[in-house]
């Protein structure tokens, strides 16, 4: 009977460690754009920075869905901001930079650090909450892209776009909880105890500036890796033919190979088919990443507004203190006050560089089909037409050049 028992329960359990593998892998997988950025709207909903949640309709979609909660929950937290830096100023504008030097510049940083720290944490709450159209219309805009670049053979992988948000959402998360618990184990060693209000300016704004900057580099990943698929078609294409004549191509693979975020399929199409089809393309993914610079502008002014600020104080106390030249108040040491105030100049350099290395990637993205274009227009220009091809290449270069001309003005 125990021998039984024994080997039942042995079943069972070899039963259910596949299932827990499977459930496992489908956390990590996505199989549709809106499943891929789940992470990125989870975290967000959460914080207030966005209304939106992902939904599943029932039949297997995914789809992104307002929620009057969400709403609530944007009120609720920027109240409990707005309090919190307003009991702050009220304490004699206490800063935790404040507990480490005093002086009489330290006092003006102080003041300007919490007044631009109210006004910035209200301008990225409003900003990411008043124009939600134009992040729904992105969205939309990217999901008709996908279905236009698998007319030229492209699939998006989305289980590695979502692991990708993962791997972001984890690193911020990362950066600022350290940096928080690293800084404030100094106050508590000192024995200072900050009030509970600054605990949460403190904390809260260092995380709502991250997760703002994990979103934006979500949405420009989604915008780079449609770049960097489009000009994999054009630069195949520009290499299957010759300068002087355009072979017909019945069948053709439309790309040879694709970074990890994507994968190709065989397409039956004219090459001139898809060059017109990556045009247009390259057109709406244009304008998907005009809408969503238009969405993020002011975010990204006033992180880095606020950035520079920090890094200008923070910079001036460090020199200040490693040249003996101030003489300041303070219970701590050498070491433990040039490093908090590095380790937040560090911070802050990181969201300033990531943001400008970001949007410098996916210019040269743009760039990169533009220069594409270029020479396969080239190549249809110089070339003879062929006794197959139905279309002139002259009525089709003329047709691809005011094309061109239009998406070079979207760009």
Not at 8 to 35: D, G, H, K, S
Not at 312 to 328: N, P, Q, W
């Amino acid at each position: 009977m125990d021998a039984d028992t024994n080997s039942i329960e042995t079943q069972n359990v070899c039963a259910t460690r596949p299932q827990r593998v499977t459930a496992l892998r489908r956390f990590f997988q996505a199989q549709q754009m809106y499943e891929s950025l789940q992470p990125i709207f989870v975290i967000t909903y959460w914080h207030g920075l966005t209304p939106f949640w992902i939904k599943d309709d029932g039949a297997g979609n995914k789809l992104l869905k307002e929620s009057i909660y969400g709403h609530l929950n944007t009120i609720i937290h920027v109240t409990l901001y707005v309090t919190c830096y307003v009991l702050t100023m009220l304490n004699d504008f206490e800063t935790v930079a404040g507990y480490f030097f005093r002086s009489g510049i330290s006092r003006v940083g102080d003041i300007m650090q919490v007044i631009s720290g109210l006004i910035g944490i209200m301008i990225i709450f409003i900003t990411a909450l008043l124009p939600k159209r134009r992040l729904q219309s992105f969205l939309r805009t990217v999901q008709h892209i996908d279905l236009m670049l698998r007319s030229v053979g492209v699939h998006i992988l989305y289980s590695k776009i979502l692991r990708y948000c993962y791997l972001m959402i984890l690193f911020v998360f990362l950066l600022d909880s350290s940096y928080s618990l690293v800084n404030l184990t100094l106050l508590k060693s000192a024995n200072l105890n900050p009030s509970k209000p600054l605990y949460v300016v403190f904390t809260l704004q260092h995380t709502v500036i991250g997760i703002a900057t994990a979103m934006f580099h979500g949405i420009l990943k989604i915008v780079e890796v449609r770049f960097v698929m489009l000009n994999k078609v054009l630069k195949n294409l520009a290499l299957q033919w010759d300068n002087t004549v355009i072979k017909p191509i019945p069948k053709q693979r439309s790309l040879q190979c694709l970074d990890s975020f994507s994968m190709y399929t065989v397409v039956t199409k004219n090459p001139s088919e898809i060059i017109q089809e990556s045009m247009e393309i390259h057109h709406m993914i244009c304008m998907a990443a005009s809408t969503a610079n238009k969405y993020f502008t002011y975010q990204l002014l006033t992180i880095i507004s606020i950035a520079f600020l920090i890094i200008v104080f923070d910079a001036y106390y460090v020199l200040e203190t490693l040249l003996g030249k101030s003489k300041r108040e303070s219970k701590f040491k050498t070491v433990e006050f040039v490093t908090f105030f590095s380790c937040q100049m560090i911070l802050y350099l990181i969201a300033i560089i990531s943001i400008v290395e970001g949007s410098n990637r996916a210019i040269k993205k743009i760039s990169g089909a533009l220069t594409t274009y270029l020479i396969i227009l080239l190549q249809f220009t110089s070339s003879n037409a062929p006794a197959q091809q139905s279309v002139p290449v002259s009525d089709n270069t003329t047709k691809l050049m005011t094309l061109l001309s239009n998406k070079t003005a979207v760009a």
